[in-house]
Nanobody, 115 residues
Framework: QVQLVESGGGLVQAGGSLKLSCAAS????????MAWNRQAPGKQRELVAA???????NYADSVKGRFTISRDNAKNTVYLQMNSLKPEDTAVYYC?????????WGQGTQVTVSS
């Protein structure tokens, strides 16, 4: 059984910063991809950023230069540092873990950016 526990969401003013964390526990292979997705009201869930166990990263165009994804393999934890936040970043952010045998999601954490 794999569990993902997210933390770090909240309310911030435009231009501010937040850092999200997601800790994975359970049967996790050393080769995997950890990612953050988000879903705004009335919109489809979208990929924000992903990082492989080897450290390769990719980002949505809308967050490049503002968000940084990182991970601590020893702790099976992924982070998302979000800077220069905009109101359009408001969404529920979900942690995602892709393993060779399956995919898991966290419960989501709300990020609200006020203008």
């Amino acid at each position: 059984q794999v569990q993902l526990v997210e933390s770090g969401g909240g309310l911030v003013q435009a231009g501010g910063s937040l850092k999200l964390s997601c800790a994975a526990s359970g049967s996790i292979s050393s080769i995997n991809v950890m990612a953050w997705n988000r879903q705004a009201p009335g919109k489809q869930r979208e990929l924000v950023a992903a990082v492989t166990s080897g450290g390769h990263t990719n980002y949505a165009d809308s967050v490049k230069g503002r968000f940084t994804i990182s991970r601590d393999n020893a702790k099976n934890t992924v982070y998302l540092q979000m800077n220069s936040l905009k109101p359009e970043d408001t969404a529920v952010y979900y942690c995602n873990l892709k393993l060779t045998w399956g995919e898991y999601w966290g419960q989501g954490t709300q990020v609200t950016v006020s203008s």
